[in-house]
């Protein structure tokens, strides 16, 4: 009985600390988890322990915060790789409840084991933030999961952690989960959004735009819709997309589109955007000076997190960060190689100040306070990003650009970004669009498309993207060559959507 009621209160009282404590102290905790995980680690993972003594020649019990950086970085060609699997558990393969896999982004897709303990402990995370950002005022939920169902972590463990906090937890939640099959998730929304005061739809940006322009039968501003995307970036064009379409004031309620960072090797829900941090990007959108002190540019802004330090210990490494987490894979110093940035709640309101901004008044309209727990922004894997001519060609560039062409937003599925050499050896900024049906267009449709989406995406260039400009000035052998794909001819074994890749066949 007192096991229950520890269990229900624990909720209350995370939100109380990560509210009311001092940041300063909530950050320390957090460097103190992380110096637990590796006394943890070092004594019941073989592999781990062989990897410390080669790089410190020997293996210390204890390592104080301050010492923490001195450890080795992880990562899965040099660590998960090269070790036998029963090295790297922290138990038998049988205590997990479940087994999931990491997406192949970077090659041969992972497998990660979950453990009931690891369950529990991301219900907890993700039931504070539930109560705080998704549904603070406890309304009757209908939960669409739109994400791929099967090994990927994102559709699997979101239909848990919904249904755990139904069953367990007493929520109103109502989930049901037809994965990316937008036609069946149209069917459902028509029939049974209705009937709740919220529908949240779980799923990834190509698919929730999907839904918005091809449900034009559905009165979206009479519902009470919430969009939460994951697994890529998106831009300030794409949310401000569906915004309007949802009849949505997104400075007003930042929180009915919203994007959450996390990975089969540490978690779905590791860090998510919050009503402070979106506005942050907004005003960072609007003004150089503060785009510049958080994200080092000026535009194609990536988007930005909050996590909570006690469960995902993440510090800076270079370019990179690296991420301690336990799971029946403990991961200490764990370099998954995407590229971001992290900032203390203090630094935040440091640079904010310093930029003219009151981080208190940007939170002053909202309900509930927020959390004093440290912001990430995340610029994808390392990173989607291609270079040409000395400059850096970014994928929310040709979204943006894609976005704001109507044509093009109507027949564009998805595409890919790729710099690419010609039979003389010279490179060439090469965007290939990804066209359904694109087989039954006429030879004039497909040339005429192709100017077109030219002169968007190579003025969007121009005027978004600062380094490109100047070299395109210098250099006119960068300006974008377009390829058409059929859609259907793209599809990998990775459910990731890549930006960058080795071009396919175009279609001409």
Same mark, same amino acid.
């Given at each position: 009985m007192v096991k229950n009621l520890f269990g229900k209160l624990r909720p209350f009282f995370a939100r109380l600390f990560v509210v009311y404590m001092p940041a300063s102290f909530i950050q320390w905790v957090g460097d103190t988890f992380a110096a637990l995980k590796y006394f943890r680690a070092v004594r019941r993972l073989p592999a781990y322990r062989q990897l410390v003594l080669e790089h410190l020649g020997t293996v210390p019990t204890i390592v104080r915060a301050k010492d923490f950086h001195k450890l080795p970085v992880l990562d899965k060609k040099s660590y998960l790789n090269a070790h036998r699997l029963d090295d790297l558990l922290a138990g038998k393969i049988n205590a997990a409840y479940c087994?999931?896999?990491?997406?192949? *982004? +970077?090659?041969?897709?992972?497998?990660?084991?979950?453990?009931? $303990? /690891?369950?529990?402990?991301?219900? #907890?995370?993700?039931?504070?933030?539930?109560?705080?950002?998704?549904?603070?005022?406890?309304?009757?939920?209908?939960?669409?999961?739109?994400?791929?169902?099967?090994?990927?972590?994102?559709?699997?463990?979101?239909?848990?952690?919904?249904?755990?906090?139904?069953?367990?937890?007493?929520?109103?939640?109502?989930?049901?989960?037809?994965?990316?099959?937008?036609?069946?998730?149209?069917?459902?929304?028509?029939?049974?959004?209705?009937?709740?005061?919220?529908?949240?739809?779980?799923?990834?940006?190509?698919?929730?735009?999907?839904?918005?322009?091809?449900?034009?039968?559905?009165?979206?501003?009479?519902?009470?819709?919430? *969009? +939460?995307?994951?697994?890529?970036?998106?831009?300030?064009?794409? $949310? /401000?997309?569906?915004?309007?379409? #949802?009849a949505v004031d997104i400075d007003q309620e930042p929180m009915r589109i919203v994007n959450a960072y996390g990975a089969a090797d540490f978690g779905a829900a590791a860090a998510t955007e919050t009503p402070l941090s979106i506005r942050i990007k907004r005003l960072a959108s609007k003004d150089p000076k503060l785009a510049a002190a958080i994200f080092d540019r000026q535009g194609n802004l990536p988007n930005l997190f909050q996590y909570n330090p006690l469960d995902h210990h993440i510090e800076q490494h270079g370019a990179n960060f690296l991420v301690s987490y336990w799971s029946h894979i403990p991961l200490v110093r764990y370099n998954i190689r995407d590229r971001g940035r992290v900032f203390s709640y203090n630094e935040m309101k440091r640079i904010l100040r310093e930029c003219g901004y009151d981080l208190r008044q940007l939170?002053?309209?909202?309900?509930?306070?927020?959390?004093?727990?440290?912001?990430?922004?995340?610029?994808?894997?390392?990173?989607?990003?291609?270079?040409?001519?000395?400059?850096?060609?970014?994928?929310?560039?040709?979204?943006?650009?894609i976005i704001e062409h109507a044509e093009l937003r109507a027949v564009v599925e998805h595409f890919y970004l790729t710099v690419a050499p010609?039979?003389?050896?010279?490179?060439?900024?090469?965007?290939?669009?990804?066209?359904?049906?694109?087989?039954k267009k006429t030879p004039e449709w497909q040339k005429a498309l192709k100017k077109k989406a030219f002169k968007a995406i190579h003025a969007t260039l121009l005027r978004d993207n600062r380094e490109y400009k100047v070299t395109w000035q210098h250099n006119r052998h960068v300006s974008p060559r377009i390829e058409l794909l059929k859609a259907e001819r793209a599809r990998t074994q990775s459910l990731k959507r890549k930006h960058i890749k080795e071009p396919l066949e175009s279609v001409e």
């Amino acid at each position: 009985m007192v096991k229950n009621l520890f269990g229900k209160l624990r909720p209350f009282f995370a939100r109380l600390f990560v509210v009311y404590m001092p940041a300063s102290f909530i950050q320390w905790v957090g460097d103190t988890f992380a110096a637990l995980k590796y006394f943890r680690a070092v004594r019941r993972l073989p592999a781990y322990r062989q990897l410390v003594l080669e790089h410190l020649g020997t293996v210390p019990t204890i390592v104080r915060a301050k010492d923490f950086h001195k450890l080795p970085v992880l990562d899965k060609k040099s660590y998960l790789n090269a070790h036998r699997l029963d090295d790297l558990l922290a138990g038998k393969i049988n205590a997990a409840y479940c087994i999931q896999k990491s997406s192949g *982004f +970077s090659g041969v897709p992972t497998y990660w084991f979950k453990t009931p $303990r /690891e369950a529990r402990e991301s219900n #907890l995370t993700f039931q504070v933030a539930w109560q705080q950002y998704f549904n603070p005022r406890n309304e009757s939920i209908l939960a669409i999961i739109g994400f791929s169902l099967g090994t990927w972590t994102s559709g699997t463990d979101l239909l848990r952690l919904v249904t755990d906090m139904a069953v367990y937890k007493g929520h109103k939640i109502t989930a049901i989960s037809p994965g990316e099959d937008v036609a069946e998730t149209l069917e459902i929304i028509a029939d049974f959004a209705g009937h709740f005061a919220k529908t949240i739809v779980f799923g990834n940006p190509v698919y929730l735009k999907r839904l918005v322009d091809e449900g034009s039968a559905i009165d979206w501003p009479s519902l009470n819709i919430m *969009f +939460s995307t994951g697994g890529e970036a998106t831009t300030e064009a794409w $949310r /401000e997309y569906l915004a309007k379409r #949802l009849a949505v004031d997104i400075d007003q309620e930042p929180m009915r589109i919203v994007n959450a960072y996390g990975a089969a090797d540490f978690g779905a829900a590791a860090a998510t955007e919050t009503p402070l941090s979106i506005r942050i990007k907004r005003l960072a959108s609007k003004d150089p000076k503060l785009a510049a002190a958080i994200f080092d540019r000026q535009g194609n802004l990536p988007n930005l997190f909050q996590y909570n330090p006690l469960d995902h210990h993440i510090e800076q490494h270079g370019a990179n960060f690296l991420v301690s987490y336990w799971s029946h894979i403990p991961l200490v110093r764990y370099n998954i190689r995407d590229r971001g940035r992290v900032f203390s709640y203090n630094e935040m309101k440091r640079i904010l100040r310093e930029c003219g901004y009151d981080l208190r008044q940007l939170c002053a309209n909202d309900s509930k306070r927020p959390f004093k727990i440290p912001f990430l922004y995340v610029d994808s894997r390392d990173d989607g990003t291609v270079a040409i001519g000395g400059a850096n060609v970014y994928p929310g560039n040709i979204e943006t650009a894609i976005i704001e062409h109507a044509e093009l937003r109507a027949v564009v599925e998805h595409f890919y970004l790729t710099v690419a050499p010609d039979a003389k050896g010279d490179s060439y900024l090469t965007v290939q669009l990804l066209i359904p049906g694109l087989d039954k267009k006429t030879p004039e449709w497909q040339k005429a498309l192709k100017k077109k989406a030219f002169k968007a995406i190579h003025a969007t260039l121009l005027r978004d993207n600062r380094e490109y400009k100047v070299t395109w000035q210098h250099n006119r052998h960068v300006s974008p060559r377009i390829e058409l794909l059929k859609a259907e001819r793209a599809r990998t074994q990775s459910l990731k959507r890549k930006h960058i890749k080795e071009p396919l066949e175009s279609v001409e």
